[in-house]
């Protein structure tokens, strides 16, 4: 019979005990709270990055306008695949929606331009990174159970895809499951459990490890049927038969925030990690910076060169880019020195010099001023 134990006092027969001492486990199936706060004890029990839609660094929300590939362009670490262009807009707290109770932001889809055709492939992402696998020992006969939960409005109702698939979307590996949305422009809170995946190409190192893949208008030639069991992707399928689509609605929304995945069948509270540690994540993929620099007197020809230093190690050599033109008194033009587009090891910390050369007739105290961006996405 269920119910609640309270125990006043922890006590040996002759004394007071100092230790408590469990012989094998203590289980708490729904997580462990201390002083009335959720308890986590170390690691990183959520392996999504950026799940309660924090932080945008990009900042330029909007119509998504790449086809065939991810286009990041809202909140850090989410990404829009979509198989035609300017079919949807992606924005963070789109139209001011009261996000759910313990959030603040939450990323929103609107669809600008209807589609329907049979080769639609219409997607929201996060890629997850191998090396934050660890633990769930996937591929192996060891493989353990994990269960994604996640808050989501929309203003269609019914059931919906969701896959989750190995490696980069080639997936060998994946798993098509439904979820339902019951009610028209309401949060609700979801959950989806999957059995332990001891086949596929799940590596645990800097490249993609999983996918998650959220359909939001797949045609008939992405389309299967939920299955009760990890597959091959082809049979898995992208998007559900029969499912809701929003990209086949004119101005359909979908709003989704608390994205988490965990080890384990049961889904705990989220996990808010620290604003430090989770912008530092998100920086791994992403960065932005600026440069400010005033010289002294110089002549015409010469450089003037600043440092590049990042604040997190980057995933892998990044693409390192001036953002938003550059302002200059006295200098003819800009370049990168150092590594004009990295390869060495040493650019995941440090990228090297920005340059300018100084113009004709250059003034003492010339400025040097521009933005840049730096990326390693998945």
Not at 1 to 28: E, R
Not at 71 to 82: F, G, H, L, T, V
Not at 210 to 223: A, I, K, Q, V, Y
Not at 232 to 246: F, N, P, V
Request: proline share 2%.
């Amino acid at each position: 019979m269920a119910g609640t134990l309270t125990v006043d006092t922890i006590q040996s027969d002759s004394s007071y005990a100092s230790t408590l001492n469990v012989a094998s486990k203590m289980n708490f199936a729904s997580g462990m709270q201390i002083g009335g706060q959720d308890a986590t004890f170390g690691g990183m029990r959520n392996r999504i990055i950026n799940g309660s839609m924090q932080f945008n660094q990009r900042a330029n929300d909007g119509l998504c306008t790449s086809s065939g590939a991810r286009e990041y362009r809202s909140c850090d670490r989410w990404a829009i695949y979509q198989s035609t262009a300017s079919k949807l807009t992606i924005t963070q707290n789109l139209n001011s929606i009261t996000p759910p109770a313990g959030f603040t932001n939450y990323l929103g889809i609107t669809t600008t331009n209807t589609q329907n055709s049979s080769g639609d492939l219409y997607v929201f992402q996060q890629m997850i990174e191998g090396n934050y696998l660890y633990g769930l020992d996937l591929g192996t006969s060891n493989a353990k159970p994990f269960t994604i939960s996640f808050w989501v409005r929309s203003s269609l109702t019914g059931t919906f895809g969701f896959q989750i698939g190995d490696t980069n979307g080639n997936a060998s590996y994946a798993w098509l499951k439904s979820y339902t949305i019951n009610s028209a422009n309401t949060w609700e809170y979801k959950t989806i459990t999957f059995s332990g995946a001891t086949g596929g190409s799940w590596p645990n190192s800097n490249s993609i490890g999983m996918h998650l893949s959220w359909d939001l208008g797949c045609g008939s030639s992405n389309n299967t049927a939920t299955s009760s069991s990890w597959g091959a992707a082809a049979s898995a399928g992208w998007g559900l038969t029969g499912g809701q689509k929003i990209v086949n609605t004119s101005g359909a929304t979908f709003y989704i925030t608390g994205v988490q995945l965990e080890v384990g069948t049961t889904a705990t509270s989220f996990e808010y990690r620290s604003y430090g540690q989770e912008i530092v994540l998100c920086q791994r993929y992403y960065e932005k910076g600026g440069v400010s620099r005033r010289s002294g007197n110089r002549s015409s020809g010469t450089y003037e060169t600043t440092p590049i230093y990042y604040k997190a190690t980057k995933r892998a050599d990044p693409t390192f880019a001036v953002a938003g033109g550059y302002t200059y008194d006295g200098w003819s033009t800009y370049g990168v020195g150092g590594h004009n587009n990295p390869t060495g090891s040493d650019d995941k910390t440090n990228f090297g010099n920005l340059e300018c050369i100084t113009a004709s007739g250059a003034s003492s105290g010339a400025v040097m001023a521009c933005t840049w961006t730096s990326s390693a996405e998945l």
